[in-house]
């Protein structure tokens, strides 16, 4: 959809254009067929032209298919990196979070023959306080 809406739209640079009008199609199809998504191969298309543009060596392309196939190959590399990135950071905090949730129930464990104690003491009403300084001792 994105893709269509700038085909549609006049792009300031007339090479930059005729590159991404030519192979934008193929490359879409190619990262969707690599990431398994429509909406992550658009996504990386528009990176990968945005690094293209910004980078200025449009012009300068003489296999603008090669380059874009090897920029592809690498976003898909950078993107996998940071899936797996994500996905360990993921892991760390759930295990942080049963670690701490293990901590709690051995505490709560610890505390038991307390609790159980303090119950049987309830039992008994409790002690008057002294009145006076001499009946303190």
Not at 43 to 52: I, N, Q, Y
Not at 114 to 136: G, H, L, V
Request: glycine content about 4%; proline content about 6%.
């Amino acid at each position: 959809m994105v893709i269509k809406r700038i085909l549609a739209t006049a792009p300031a640079n007339a090479v930059l254009g005729r590159i991404f009008q030519t192979h934008s199609p193929w490359l879409l199809s190619y990262l969707k067929r690599r990431l398994g998504s429509h909406d992550g191969a658009e996504d990386a298309v528009l990176e990968l032209f945005t690094r293209l543009a910004a980078s200025s060596n449009a012009e300068e392309l003489q296999n603008p298919r090669a380059y874009l196939l090897v920029a592809a190959c690498r976003l898909i590399r950078e993107l996998q990196g940071r899936h797996m990135l994500e996905t360990s950071y993921l892991d760390a905090l759930s295990r942080q979070g049963e670690q701490t949730t293990a901590r709690l129930s051995s505490r709560h464990s610890i505390c038991r023959p307390y609790r159980k104690s303090t119950k049987r003491w309830k039992k008994y009403p409790p002690r008057p306080a002294p009145s006076s300084a001499a009946d303190a001792v």
